[in-house]
């Protein structure tokens, strides 16, 4: 929220778009980065238009997959889940843009990678839902949240991209 004013104090001519200007949490889970993907799935993010905020590489504890993954803890595939989060180490990311978080999901594509369409990345680089190589944030609101459980203050930055007024009008 404090990036918004800041935003609205240096690129006025920007305030209409900037209303939706969202954050979400993308991470390349074990097997994109053992599969070396992770260039691969960042620069799809970053040639669409989209600012990175934060950057990590990261072995999560069972705890925080936990955590990040508590609305599916009465689902069968829980435990397989937290042991597939937790087998190596994930790329932790921050995007910012307008209409981010649903454009992010689009770009990353459905759940099952055998239903997602050629040209997201699970359709083009994945075959099972148990080894899906991406995650992406499901609301603007899960997005904070999601950043907020991954990064610590500090570890993310707000800054200008010189391309900026050459993506949004
Ligand atoms: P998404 O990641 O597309 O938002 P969900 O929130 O439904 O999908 O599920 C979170 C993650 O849990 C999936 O990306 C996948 O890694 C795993 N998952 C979901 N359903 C299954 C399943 N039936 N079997 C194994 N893993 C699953």
């Not at 609205?8 to 889970?29: D, G, W």
């Not at 950043?147 to 203050?153: D, N």
């Amino acid at each position: 929220p404090k990036r918004h004013i800041k935003a609205r104090i240096f690129l006025p001519h920007l305030v209409a778009s900037m209303e939706e200007v969202e954050q979400t949490y993308i991470m390349i889970k074990p097997d994109g980065v053992q599969r070396g993907l992770v260039g691969e799935i960042l620069s799809r993010f970053e040639k669409k238009g989209f600012k990175l905020t934060g950057l990590k590489l990261f072995q999560c504890p069972k705890e925080l997959a936990e955590e990040h993954y508590k609305d599916l803890q009465s689902k069968p595939f829980f435990p397989k889940l937290i042991d597939y989060i937790t087998s190596g180490p994930v790329v932790c990311m921050g995007w910012e843009g307008v209409g981010v978080v649903a454009s992010a999901r689009k770009l990353i594509g459905a759940t099952n990678p055998l239903n997602a369409e050629p040209g997201t990345i699970r359709g083009d680089l994945a075959v099972q839902t148990g080894r899906n190589v991406v995650h992406g944030s499901d609301s603007p609101d899960n997005g904070k949240r999601e950043i907020g459980l991954w990064f610590k203050e500090g570890e993310l930055c707000a800054w200008t991209a010189v391309q900026e007024p050459w993506l949004v009008e």
